[in-house]
């Protein structure tokens, strides 16, 4: 069998279709969209069609949609641009423990120079904000609520429609980190009284490098970069066109498709949970079993084991999954997100996160699960720990 990969949480393949419509901006259409003779004109021609696919896939309006390098980049633009634009108003942040690190250690940078007061929001067992404590965190000063849409970690999905209601009503910017969610969640900013949306377009099988920040008419934002008077003088930096392109057809593609993707990718979900639980013990699911998960997303505990051990394990028998966050792997700290949800530091340790992709089979899943258990087996044969619980340990 081939290599799996069960790690589109990190990352997605760049689609067949999303690669052929790039081409032509490497060799034939490569004028600079914003030069004003006609080989710039033509090039300017699509990404003004992306933009407006992006703007189709979330409700908003072409103008609100500002390209940038990826997530990382929108989540501080969105940060900094709010803090710099409304501080007559006060440098109060509200957002939660469990925050992609592109958030999270911006924030804590920002506290720490003096630049901003931020709240951390704690979560349930499953990953939920309480709406209550939100709500009794908001000050005078509050400028900003940003909560993630759909964790990295857990797929645990807020309720964004309801959180930003409770912005709306005091007056202050909702932003929402939905990196995960295009393309998995159904997103309405209008709705979803949204003020500004990050998202990155390898998430949903298009190019890395390329994502956008939503930024609705009216919301006061400083520019993140000087230079040129790119992306309406917000957003220096001769534009991506290939990678435009190629975002903007991705996005057409996973909002027309994710009803069709999400019950396939969940079927296969459903059926790893099921099979993992049945055949190995001292096991546990982290995050939520209700339907506020991203499809995609399975996420366990193995007790007696470290996560990283099970990842290089499974790596050797061909098939990829990730012990966290693709962007805390170098880490060897337990996860933040587990912690947050009362998981002890041990089973935080030994946990993996899978994540299911489109392409994916249920043959694949059947080889993951019976690799899966004679590892399992095999590392816990190893650890003290369950030699202990077993009775086993000579040196005890």
């Not at 990842?311 to 060897?332: F, M, Q």
């Amino acid at each position: 069998m081939n290599r799996i990969y069960f790690d589109h949480s990190a990352t997605t393949p760049t689609s067949e279709e999303v690669v052929k419509e790039m081409l032509p901006f490497f060799t034939d259409i490569y004028g600079n969209g914003s030069s004003q003779h006609s080989h710039g004109r033509e090039a300017g021609k699509y990404i003004d069609i992306a933009r407006r696919q992006v703007a189709d896939a979330i409700g908003a309006k072409p103008g609100e949609i500002y390209f940038t390098s990826g997530g990382t980049e929108s989540d501080n633009w969105a940060i900094r641009g709010v803090l710099s634009g409304y501080k007559a108003k006060g440098k109060h942040i509200i957002t939660t423990c469990i925050e992609h690190p592109a958030m999270i250690k911006t924030l804590e940078s920002l506290q720490k120079n003096g630049l901003a007061e931020v709240t951390f929001l704690g979560v349930d067992s499953e990953g939920f904000i309480c709406l209550e404590e939100l709500k009794n965190a908001i000050r005078p000063d509050t400028i900003l609520i940003s909560v993630m849409t759909a964790n990295n970690e857990i797929g645990t999905i807020q309720d964004i429609k309801e959180i930003g209601a409770i912005a709306k009503a005091n007056n202050i910017i909702f932003h929402t980190d939905a990196v995960q969610a295009i393309g998995n969640v159904k997103i309405d900013v209008k709705e979803m009284n949204i003020d500004l949306l990050s998202m990155s377009a390898h998430k949903f099988y298009g190019p890395k490098g390329i994502g956008v920040l939503y930024r609705r008419n009216g919301i006061k934002l400083s520019s993140y970069m000087t230079g040129g008077e790119q992306e309406r003088n917000m957003r220096a930096g001769t534009l991506n066109t290939p990678a435009i392109v190629g975002m903007g057809k991705a996005i057409e593609i996973a909002t027309r498709d994710i009803d069709k993707n999400n019950k396939y990718v969940s079927e296969l979900r459903d059926y790893f949970v099921a099979q993992v639980e049945s055949k190995i013990d001292n096991v546990y699911y982290n995050g939520t079993k209700s339907n506020k998960r991203l499809a995609s997303n399975a996420n366990f505990s193995f007790e007696f084991i470290e996560g990283e051990s099970l990842l290089l394990r499974l790596d050797l028998a061909g098939i990829s999954v990730s012990s966290g966050s693709a962007c805390s792997s170098g880490s060897l700290e337990p996860s933040y997100v587990l912690l947050a949800t009362g998981r002890a530091i041990e089973l935080a340790h030994g946990s993996l996160r899978f994540s299911f992709g489109k392409n994916n089979t249920k043959q694949e899943i059947d080889y993951c699960v019976q690799n899966l258990v004679k590892i399992v087996q095999d590392l816990r044969e190893l650890s003290p720990l369950f030699l202990i619980k077993k009775g086993e340990n000579k040196y005890v």
